[in-house]
């Protein structure tokens, strides 16, 4: 029997073929779920529909995280669909590109409260606005995703680091509220991926290179990698676990971060 089958679940964060969010959610589509899948804005609406189309998403709607009339609607939509939901996954991160470069302590004030807001309060927003289509799911489910650049620090990641903090104990928070009517809350911190949002980190191009050499698999991780990861948080499989930070990142985190820049030393 197919792993997700009998499951409905809700993919916010397609951005194109390369996000973590496809790959999780062409996992969980192989393993028998039924998807409704968001896009941001018009712009966006060309690279994902015919993702969503591949995937047979049953539901392809706008929503903007930081519109409550989005939520609000997209609420009505999943709904009218659905009647309830059994895993959500929250895919969505940002930062002003100028706010990755130079120091953290430039970072201007609007800068970081747009950071915080798409990249942490997010989560808030959507689990409140699908709580009472989870609450009448089976065994439901919250997943997010993070980065190792919120326990250490990593160059040029800056004001992504502290919302990534704040997203993890976000994570935590929200699993001891949920965890009494059964949802569980949980995060994956992946290994660097070329995706949309990773390419406006400088240096990505020197992790990518840096992390075959030292991680303990001796490899980079795919989209894939991660979407399986997923398939354990989002099923019931995980049953007993909430709150967690789960690494696919091919061991990376066990031995240390890429070194910073200001080191001047080989990686």
């Known amino acids: 029997m197919e ?3 009998g499951r409905r679940g809700l993919v916010v964060g397609i951005a194109n073929e390369r996000s973590l969010a496809y790959g ?9 779920a039924e998807l409704a899948v968001t896009y941001q804005n018009e712009r966006l609406l060309r690279r994902v529909q015919p993702l969503a189309t591949e995937l047979g998403a049953a539901l392809l709607a706008p929503c903007d995280l930081t519109a409550p009339a989005d939520l609000e609607r997209l609420v009505k939509l999943l709904r009218d669909r659905f009647g309830a939901l059994d895993f959500v996954v929250h895919a969505v991160a940002h930062a002003r590109r100028e706010e990755l470069e130079g120091r953290l302590l430039d ?19 959507l689990t409140r606005a699908v709580e009472p289509l989870l609450l009448a799911g089976q065994a439901p489910s919250v997943l997010t995703l993070t980065y190792y650049g919120s326990d250490k620090a990593f160059p040029n990641y800056n004001v992504m680091g502290l919302a990534k903090a704040a997203l993890e104990a976000g994570v935590r928070y929200l699993a001891a509220e949920l965890g009494p009517a059964g949802i569980r809350v949980n995060a994956i911190s992946a290994g660097p991926v070329k995706t949309l949002s990773a ?3 400088s240096g990505l191009r020197d992790i990518l290179a840096s992390v075959p050499r030292v991680a303990p698999l001796r490899r980079n991780v ?11 948080l989002l099923s019931e499989l995980s049953a007993a676990t909430t709150g967690e930070v789960i690494f696919a990142d091919a061991g990376y985190h066990v031995v240390g971060p890429f070194p910073r820049a200001a080191e001047g030393h080989e990686p």
């Open 3 to 5: 792993l997700m089958q």
């Open 24 to 32: 999780i959610a062409r996992a969980c589509r192989r393993e028998g």
């Open 107 to 125: 970072t201007s004030r609007e800068g970081f409260v747009e950071a915080m807001e798409v990249s942490a309060y997010s989560l808030l927003a």
């Open 199 to 201: 390419a406006g980190v």
């Open 222 to 232: 795919t989209i894939d990698d991660v979407g399986n990861a997923a398939l354990f």
